[in-house]
């Protein structure tokens, strides 16, 4: 596994990074296990906090050079990126701010005694990155990791090097101490004795299926917590009584968000019969109305997706579908030319036949289906393997309440699109993972939640 910068805009080589040996790794390992041991991780939390707000200040320092690394190295818009960025930022001050009151013992009422939940740290964890937050989802593990205690050894993306390294190097400057986080350039084997050690308490990883396949199994041969946070196939629904012009531009910006490379990015858009023709019309002209291009250029609204390889899955997925009897509204092809670019694409008449019924759409591929009524919508939305989020769209609440409780996902979020907050829990069911991530949620997945009783005297 060459881990290397290939500018997703041009698909030319900027540089290439060497893999660390089975020596890198065993220093991390011990690195990280000593400090796990430390009165650093066991003792007050305070100092651990403050290198979270200084992380956050340097980050802020370095918002554009941060920005422009992750656009050059997985084709994210240049305001996507600087999004992303203050993010980041973001989670570090939340976790500085309020990790000692989500770690303070918890009281119980019980007629044993006195009794209360500690929350002590469990180890040294393994983190498991993707490529399309590749800060984000850097800083979702590490900042509830540090707060509590737990050191971090991380692999991240072969395809954002650049970014893992410029991440540790500012966790360094910002006075963690050596075994905080580790990246490490490695291969899946070496993901897998890593679990295995036993200096290893848990793993947190993002990205496909096959990868939290193979962890998740990895860790449960070895009886190791992980949490993973997948693929998922979010149902965007615009009901009879919508705002369609509301709910068109959101359905845009929400599919093509990072070239519709997200997990929790509108997918598959459910529109009540009623509106679907007066949806359908707008939300086609809109789409094939973006402008495409550098995503350095503040003006393009859709850039590349990350790689070549994705182009070529994405456009077998398409053909697919269309084979499986699809009708390919819009678009539906690569763009020739420099660089990994491709069509807004809308798919509608999709069978349950059609392997793209079940398919996540990893790019600006929407797929439509129209239905009759609330009990369609939910039938539908759950007729999947993954169970990320989702959005409704609707002006009367509790109809989107309602419907936002039957639909079987992690989150639904009402009259806007799926996001993310260091203070919203983060996470799915079915294919889409388990656990959360953020959040005093976030927080207490790799923690010893220990009851202490004082019985009655
Ligand atoms: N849930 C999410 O946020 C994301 C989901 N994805 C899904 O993953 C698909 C492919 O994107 P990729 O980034 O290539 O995801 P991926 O799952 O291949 O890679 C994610 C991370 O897992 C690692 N990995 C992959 N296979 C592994 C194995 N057997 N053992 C240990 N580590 C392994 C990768 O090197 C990378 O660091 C996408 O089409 C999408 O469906 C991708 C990015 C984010
Ligand atoms: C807005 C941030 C979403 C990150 C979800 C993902 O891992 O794709």
């Known amino acids: 596994m060459a881990y290397r910068t290939i500018n997703p805009t041009t698909n030319k080589l900027v540089k290439t990074y060497p893999n660390h040996t089975d020596a890198d790794v065993e220093a991390a390992?011990?690195?990280a296990h000593k400090l796990y041991k430390s009165e650093w991780s066991k003792g007050p939390i305070q100092p651990r906090l403050k290198v979270l707000e200084r992380l956050a200040d340097l980050i802020d320092a370095r918002k554009e050079e941060l920005a422009r690394i992750a656009t050059v190295e997985m084709g994210k818009l240049i305001s996507d990126a600087r999004d992303e960025v203050w993010i980041i930022a973001e989670i570090a001050r939340y976790y500085a701010r309020n990790a000692e009151k989500f770690l303070a013992p918890t009281r119980i009422d019980s007629q044993l005694g006195d009794a209360w939940v500690e929350h002590h740290p469990i180890g040294v964890l393994l983190a498991v990155e993707p490529w399309n937050f590749p800060y984000y989802q850097l800083m979702r593990?590490?900042?509830?990791?540090l707060a509590a205690g737990n050191p971090v050894v991380a692999k991240h993306a072969s395809i954002v090097p650049h970014c893992a390294t410029v991440f540790e190097e500012l966790v360094n400057e910002a006075g963690a101490p050596k075994g905080a986080w580790t990246n490490l350039f490695i291969t899946s084997d070496q993901v897998a004795n890593i679990i295995a050690d036993e200096r290893v308490q848990g793993a947190a990883m993002t990205g496909s299926?096959?990868?939290g396949?193979?962890?998740?199994?990895q860790a449960g041969k070895y009886l190791k917590k992980s949490t993973l946070e997948m693929g998922g196939n979010d149902v965007f629904v615009v009901l009879d009584d919508a705002d369609i012009d509301k709910a068109v531009d959101i359905g845009v910006f929400s599919r093509l968000h990072i070239s519709g490379q997200e997990c929790i990015c509108a997918k598959r858009f459910v529109l009540h019969e009623s509106i679907a023709e007066t949806f359908l019309s707008r939300f086609t002209t809109a789409m094939a109305a973006v402008k495409i291009g550098d995503p350095l250029d503040e003006t393009t609204r859709l850039g590349p997706l990350s790689s070549a390889d994705a182009v070529k899955g994405l456009s077998g997925q398409v053909a697919r579908a269309i084979e499986h009897g699809a009708t390919l509204h819009l678009g539906g092809n690569a763009i020739e030319g420099e660089g990994n670019f491709f069509e807004p694409t809308i798919l509608t008449n999709i069978s349950r036949s059609n392997p793209a019924y079940f398919e996540e759409f990893f790019g600006p591929v929407a797929q439509v289906y129209v239905v009759k009524n609330d009990d369609e919508i939910v039938e539908l939305a759950n007729d999947s393997r993954y169970g990320l989020a989702g959005a409704v769209f609707s002006q009367n609440i509790e109809r989107a309440k309602a419907l936002a409780s039957r639909i079987a996902t992690g989150a639904i979020w009402i009259n806007t699109f799926a996001s993310t907050a260091p203070e919203l829990p983060f996470g799915g069911v079915k294919r889409s993972?388990?656990?959360?991530?953020l959040s005093e949620?976030?927080?207490?997945e790799f923690v010893n939640q220990k009851l202490v009783l004082v019985a009655k005297s």
């Open 141 to 145: 593990v590490f900042a509830p990791a």
């Open 29 to 31: 390992l011990d690195a």
């Open 433 to 437: 993972g388990y656990g959360r991530e």
């Open 441 to 444: 949620l976030g927080i207490k």
């Open 209 to 211: 299926e096959g990868a």
């Open 213 to 217: 396949s193979a962890i998740a199994a």
